[in-house]
T-cell receptor, first 113, second 113 residues
Framework: AQSVTQLDSQVPVFEEAPVELRCNYS??????LFWYVQYPNQGLQLLLK??????LVKGINGFEAEFNKSQTSFHLRKPSVHISDTAEYFC???????????FGTGTRLTIIP | EPEVTQTPSHQVTQMGQEVILRCVPI?????FYWYRQILGQKVEFLVS????????KSEIFDDQFSVERPDGSNFTLKIRSTKLEDSAMYFC???????????FGEGSRLTVL
């Protein structure tokens, strides 16, 4: 079974500052990793994904994440945030051939003007 | 761009009533899912469905829940006799291949009184 830990439940950041949202996972087999964003009163939208290949993946809205197998991490980063980035961010994992996507508890990103 | 659509967006029901939540997955997708998110908590897997049968279900998905693909486009979640603790946002998702990106709908908010 897989599990995901998002240690930061809330992250306040000033506008135009950089941000890193942390995600660690646990799995005994190889995994696919995802970051989803949930804007207020909306559904889940895929930000980016790691399936294989380059460990640095770029997503929408200027976000990127780096897969680190030795540290079992997949932290999300953005060099300069905007007010519109205010949302809940979910890290998720699934194993090769597995049906189920396991989500972390989410990190609420609040941008301070 | 193709998307997963869900109806209703919000339903209020009395405890003990039956509820059906409807989803139209993306047309060429073969794998279908229901997830739920209780307010303030993480997104949890309920059930996966492939080739007209349940392929995996969580311990949450007890006998009160059922899923069906009654025609070539709709995918439904039925809760036979709702309980207060069923109040949550229910997300439908679909994908073309196991382990790949899940496309989520905007959710159906269920409130049980």
């Amino acid at each position: 079974a897989q599990s995901v830990t998002q240690l930061d439940s809330q992250v306040p950041v000033f506008e135009e500052a950089p941000v890193e949202l942390r995600c660690n996972y646990s799995s005994s087999v190889s995994v696919y990793l995802f970051w989803y964003v949930q804007y207020p009163n909306q559904g889940l939208q895929l930000l980016l994904k790691y399936l294989s290949g380059s460990t640095l993946v770029k997503g929408i809205n200027g976000f990127e994440a780096e897969f680190n197998k030795s540290q079992t991490s997949f932290h999300l980063r953005k060099p300069s945030v905007h007010i519109s980035d205010t949302a809940e961010y979910f890290c998720a994992v699934t194993a090769f051939g597995n049906e189920k996507l396991t989500f972390g508890t989410g990190t609420r990103l609040t941008i301070i003007p | 761009e193709p998307e997963v659509t869900q109806t209703p967006s919000h339903q209020v029901t009395q405890m003990g009533q039956e509820v059906i939540l409807r989803c139209v997955p993306i047309s060429n997708h073969l794998y279908f899912y229901w997830y739920r998110q209780i307010l303030g908590q993480k997104v949890e897997f309920l059930v996966s469905f492939y080739n007209n049968e349940i392929s995996e279900k969580s311990e949450i998905f007890d006998d009160q829940f059922s899923v069906e693909r009654p025609d070539g486009s709709n995918f439904t979640l039925k809760i036979r006799s709702t309980k207060l603790e069923d109040s949550a946002m229910y997300f439908c998702a679909s994908t073309v291949q196991v382990g790949r990106e899940l496309f989520f709908g905007e959710g159906s908010r269920l409130t049980v009184l």
